[in-house]
């Protein structure tokens, strides 16, 4: 497959055009961003960790009945996708009381959730993502009722499954972000699933093994990523 010219940059990834027109290659960076991009800088080998844990994660969904974008991983850093209109909305899974949930309710960090809580916030850099709900879209016509109905089932399933992922290989999966798009009538979850977007704390230790080490300076940031990498996609040889 030719990449051809680039569609779109972001801050941890880029999209090319390929000669499929219904194909695109997302191309992973070392590039790291915090606080709607306050804070810059770079995780060393962070795109070939992300792009192998993204594509074993899509992998697995897609075995369990939860379709993605995905198609093939042809490099370290590049993933061969469908080509997506993405919903301007991103949707949150939260297990754990943390992040923005813990500043919001004054619950302590850490607290399990007695059943998960779904999100969804406006895609929207400028406005740094703010928290939305459905009759914000169905207002503003970012989504119709049918597909906000189907956001939320896939995004429960996509929980249930990804929860039971983690535990099995020792980790905490505390909450996580998707975002969804649509190819050809369906919508299918793009984006990436790595520890970018999803806070991950040692099932044993409660240690961060995810970008808030990055975003609060608490050091060992690429040991951490590896250690996720090593624990899904083991060592690549």
């Known amino acids: 497959m030719k990449r051809l010219e680039q569609m779109y940059e972001g801050k941890a990834k880029i999209l090319y055009h390929t000669d499929d027109p219904d ?6 960076k070392d590039d790291a961003s915090a606080f709607n991009g306050i804070k810059k800088g770079s995780i060393v080998d962070k795109g070939i960790v992300n792009n192998h844990i993204s594509s074993a994660i899509f992998k697995f969904l897609e075995a369990n009945g939860a379709p ?29 009381v ?15 959730l007695k059943q998960p809580i779904l999100e969804f916030y406006y895609k929207s850099d400028p406005l740094g993502d703010p928290m939305i709900n459905e009759y914000h879209i169905a207002e503003f016509g970012w989504a119709t009722d ?6 939320k089932s896939q995004g429960f399933k996509i929980n249930e499954l990804m929860v039971e992922f983690f535990k099995k290989r020792g980790i905490r999966l505390v909450d996580f972000k998707l975002e969804f798009g649509r190819h050809k009538g369906e919508v299918l979850l793009g984006d990436e699933i790595s ?8 099932w044993e230790t409660g240690e961060k093994m995810d970008k808030d080490r990055f975003r609060f300076n608490l050091g060992n940031v690429e040991e951490k990523y590896q250690e996720v990498y090593q624990l899904i996609c083991g060592d690549p040889g």
């Open 146 to 151: 049918d597909e906000v109905a189907l956001l």
């Open 195 to 202: 520890p970018d977007g999803c806070r991950l704390w040692d």
């Open 23 to 28: 194909l695109a290659i997302q191309y992973f």
């Open 98 to 112: 943390a992040g923005s949930l813990a500043k919001r309710t004054g619950l302590p960090e850490g607290q399990e």
């Open 68 to 96: 993605t974008h995905f198609v093939d991983r042809p490099s370290d850093r590049e993933m061969v996708v469908k080509k997506l209109e993405i919903i301007p909305i991103e949707v949150v899974l939260r297990n754990v």
